[in-house]
């Protein structure tokens, strides 16, 4: 399958920690990324090869991927870490393939 | 800094055309792949097309537009295009222009333009 699932929605309390999944067929042979998308604006880059934070992404983020399921987490959330977040993976046959997406609420 | 700037989004008819721009700066630009990701309205981006740093016929697309969409680019100028034929309503989106990073076995979009609105309506 080339299906990467996400859960629609996580809910986080200020200063808690948020994981969201993403989960795809033998997803830990390959390498996942993860977008931050507010509301009116383009995607960001927050997380690339499993774990690798792009300048200027605040070391709250951090993400992991293993077996079927890549977590990104958010350590220490805020407020403004509300937005939805999008997993991202790639292989030579589909090319690129995206999450169907977490909408991330601090409550 | 990277900038990536989109043009030539509007509204067509079913059945129409449309050619989209992306003015890339920042970055040498001749040195990376380039794809258009598009996101429908409330939904999640789905990646479209790519074309390697050399154009020609590196191409590739989304089995969804395959036949009816073209990619190229002009490295002298520093522009992605993507030439859309038979369009459908389905192709309503923002589309966006990325910036291909592919290293460690794997590829993903380090920088995103504004996008660009196509809607397509009778």
């Known amino acids: 399958s080339h299906e990467l699932t996400q859960p629609p929605s996580v809910s986080v309390s200020p200063g808690q920690t948020a994981s969201i999944t993403c989960s795809g067929d033998k997803l830990g042979d390959k390498s996942a990324c993860w977008y931050q998308q507010k509301p009116g604006q383009s995607p960001v880059l927050v997380i690339y090869q499993d774990n690798k934070r792009p300048s200027g992404i605040p070391e709250r983020f951090s993400g992991s991927n293993s077996g079927n399921t890549a977590t990104l987490t958010i350590s220490g959330t805020q407020a403004m870490d509300e937005a939805d977040y999008y997993c991202?993976?790639?292989?030579?046959?589909?090319?690129?393939?995206f999450g169907t997406g977490t909408k991330v609420t601090v409550l | 800094e990277v900038q990536l700037l989109e043009s030539g989004g509007g509204l067509v008819q079913p059945g129409g055309s449309l050619r989209l721009s992306c003015a890339a700066s920042g970055f040498t630009f001749s040195s990376y792949a380039m794809s258009w990701v598009r996101q429908a309205p409330g939904k999640g981006p789905e990646w479209v097309s790519a074309v390697l740093r050399s154009g020609g016929g590196n191409t590739y697309y989304a089995d969804s537009v395959k036949g009816r969409f073209t990619i190229s680019r002009d490295n002298s100028k520093n522009t992605l295009y993507l030439q859309m034929n038979s369009l459908r309503a389905e192709d309503t989106a923002v589309y966006y222009c990325?910036?291909?990073?592919?290293?460690?076995?794997?590829?993903?979009?380090?920088?995103w333009g504004h996008g660009t609105l196509v809607t397509v309506s009778s």
């Open positions: 991202q993976a790639w292989d030579s046959t589909t090319y690129y393939v």
């Open positions: 990325a910036k291909d990073q592919c290293g460690g076995g794997t590829c993903y979009f380090d920088y």
